[in-house]
């Protein structure tokens, strides 16, 4: 299979692909011309990372991941620890964006809305944190 087959086949844009294998990833042969000659073990693993990075995770935590799914002998333990490490980021970041949303929907119950120049947003934003 070629690169464009593959990124039909895995909706990954074929630059994606180019930067997962330059990263070590996936290594997919070559023929003699210097192609990549892709197997179905390679669309497996870029459907498994395009998954992991829609989630969310991070290059090194597929990087890790994929170590652990080609591992046989792999605990689930070690598994699930990464994946709650990630859960984690993404609860920190939920609680960040709740904290930004409450702040800015207070400034904008504040602002009068109205033509006087006093703005509680414009204040709000000037003050030194």
């Known amino acids: 299979m070629n690169i464009g087959d593959v990124a039909t086949r895995t909706g990954l844009p074929a630059k994606t692909i180019r930067y997962y294998e330059e990263i070590g990833l996936i290594k997919p042969p070559r023929d003699e011309n210097g192609y990549r000659r892709f197997r179905d073990n390679d669309v497996h693993k870029l459907n498994f990372l395009g998954r992991a990075r829609a989630l ?24 699930k620890k990464v994946a709650r490490a990630h859960l984690a980021q993404i609860e920190a970041k939920i609680a960040d964006l709740n904290a930004m949303r409450d702040t800015l929907g207070h400034l904008i119950d ?16 000037s003050r030194n944190p």
């Open 110 to 125: 504040a602002c009068a809305g109205d033509d006087r120049p006093d703005c509680p947003i414009l204040r709000d934003l």
């Open 56 to 79: 969310g995770f991070t290059i090194e935590d597929c990087r890790t991941l994929m170590a652990l799914y080609e591992d046989e002998t792999r605990a689930s333990a070690d598994v």
